[in-house]
C-alpha cells in the first residue's frame, strides 16, 4: 500500500511552499504578535483567492474538491510558516462540522461563503479549562435562542459566524450555527498572539441547529480536524528541524561548527525520529480520512499524540540549540514555540487524546 502523495498533490506542495514562503515571512506573524493587526488579512484573501480555504469542500458547495488529501498538503505549509490566519477554524472545523452534520440547504447556504474566504468562521467548543467531553457542555439552546459562555474560541474575536456546541433541551449536546454580529465578544491574552482566541457571550442569541447532529458529530469534526492539526504540526516540527540544522552548521564554537558535537547531534537526531514517526502517522491519518475508514478515530488520535510530541521536541530543541539568543524576542524560535503551546490545546489536550487512543485500541482488541 502506497501512502505518498500524488503527483498532482506533490505539484500543489511545491506551490504552496513557495506562495508561503514569499507572502508569509515571519515578518507577518510577527506583526499580529507586536499587536499590528489581529490577523494576515491580506494573506486571508489571497488564500481563499487560490481555493485553499474550500480545498476539501465538494464543488456543489462552492469548494475546490480537492479532496481531504488536498487539506493535508495545505495545512504541512501553513504549519510551516506559523500563517497568523483563521485556516484551522474555518477550513478545518467550522466547514467540517457544516458538511457533517448540517442539511443540503445549509451546506448550500454556507459553504460557499467560507470557502471564497468572504465569511470567516470558528468553533466554539470550550467552556473553561477542560477537555472535549459532553458533561463540560454548559450552553443551552432553548427555543432556538442560545445562552452560555464559550471560551477559548480559536479566531472567535475576527470570525463572522461560529458553529457551537450547546445543549438542547433535552440537554443532549448538538451543534447550533450562530451568527456574532451581536454577540458581546472579548479578545484573550494567550501564549500565542498570532492566534486570536477570544471570549463570546451568547445572552439570548439566535441559533440554527445544525441538522440532526449531537455529540456522535462533534466527535467526528475532532477526529477529522486531529488530522488536519496534526499535518500542521508536522510543518511546524520540520521547519523547527531545518532552522536547528542551519544554524547548527554556520555558528561555530571552538573552531568547529557545533553541529559537529555529539550533544547536538543527538538533539536533532532525536527531533528527525519523532518527526518522521507523526509524519508517519499523519499520512495515515490522511488515507483514514480521505477513505472515510472505519479506522479513522484510531488513525486520528495516533496522529493527534504523535504529532503534538513532536512538535513540541522540535521547537524547544530548535531553542535549545540556538543557544542564548535562541530565547531572545529577535530570534523566530519562539514563533514555533507558542504555536507548539498553542496547537497542542486546540482541540483537547495531550493526556486527553492518549487516553482516547488506549480506549480505542482496547475496544480493538476486545473485538
Not at 470567516?120 to 463540560?136: M, R, T, V, W
Not at 498572539?193 to 440554527?208: G, H, I, S, W, Y
Not at 503534538?308 to 524560535?333: M, P, R, Y
Request: charged share 25%; hydrophobic share 45%.
Amino acid at each position: 500500500m502506497n501512502f505518498d502523495f500524488s503527483d498532482d498533490l506533490k505539484q500543489l506542495r511545491d506551490q504552496a511552499r513557495r506562495f508561503l514562503s514569499e507572502r508569509c515571512t515571519p515578518a507577518v506573524a510577527r506583526r499580529s504578535l507586536d499587536g499590528q493587526e489581529r490577523y494576515a488579512v491580506d494573506l486571508w484573501r489571497e488564500i481563499a483567492g487560490m481555493g485553499w480555504i474550500g480545498a476539501a469542500i465538494p464543488e456543489e458547495f462552492g469548494g475546490a474538491g480537492l479532496g481531504y488529501e488536498g487539506l493535508c498538503v495545505l495545512a504541512e505549509e501553513i504549519g510551516r510558516v506559523v500563517a497568523p490566519a483563521p485556516f484551522a477554524s474555518t477550513a478545518y472545523l467550522a466547514a467540517e462540522a457544516i458538511l457533517t452534520a448540517g442539511s443540503d440547504a445549509q451546506r448550500r447556504e454556507w459553504l460557499p461563503k467560507l470557502a471564497d474566504g468572504s465569511t470567516i468562521a470558528c468553533f466554539a467548543l470550550s467552556e473553561g479549562a477542560g477537555n472535549p467531553e459532553p458533561d463540560a457542555i454548559h450552553a443551552r439552546a432553548v427555543g432556538g435562542m442560545l445562552k452560555g459562555i464559550k471560551w477559548p474560541v480559536a479566531d472567535g474575536g475576527i470570525a463572522d459566524i461560529a458553529v457551537v456546541v450547546a445543549c438542547n433541551e433535552a440537554r443532549q449536546a448538538s451543534l447550533y450555527l450562530a451568527d456574532l454580529a451581536n454577540v458581546r465578544r472579548r479578545d484573550l491574552t494567550t501564549v500565542d498572539p498570532t492566534r486570536n482566541q477570544a471570549r463570546l457571550d451568547f445572552e439570548a442569541v439566535p441559533a440554527e441547529r445544525l441538522g440532526n447532529g449531537g455529540w456522535g458529530a462533534v466527535q467526528r469534526v475532532l477526529d477529522r480536524a486531529a488530522i488536519l492539526f496534526a499535518f500542521e504540526q508536522v510543518g511546524g516540527a520540520d521547519a523547527c528541524l531545518h532552522m536547528a540544522r542551519d544554524y547548527a552548521l554556520e555558528r561555530y564554537a571552538f573552531g568547529r561548527p557545533i553541529g559537529s558535537f555529539q550533544a547536538i547531534k543527538h538533539k536533532l537526531a532525536d527531533v528527525y525520529v519523532a518527526l518522521e514517526l507523526a509524519r508517519s502517522n499523519a499520512y495515515y491519518g490522511a488515507w483514514a480520512l480521505g477513505a472515510d475508514a472505519t479506522d479513522l478515530p484510531l488513525a486520528a488520535a495516533t496522529a493527534r499524540v504523535s504529532a503534538t510530541e513532536a512538535f513540541h521536541l522540535a521547537s524547544k530543541e530548535n531553542i535549545q540549540t540556538h543557544g542564548g539568543i535562541g530565547f531572545t524576542w529577535a530570534v523566530d524560535c519562539h514563533l514555533f514555540y507558542r504555536r507548539s503551546k498553542e496547537l497542542a490545546l486546540a482541540i483537547g489536550s495531550l493526556p486527553f487524546w492518549k487516553h482516547r487512543l488506549v480506549d480505542l485500541l482496547e475496544t480493538r482488541n476486545a473485538a
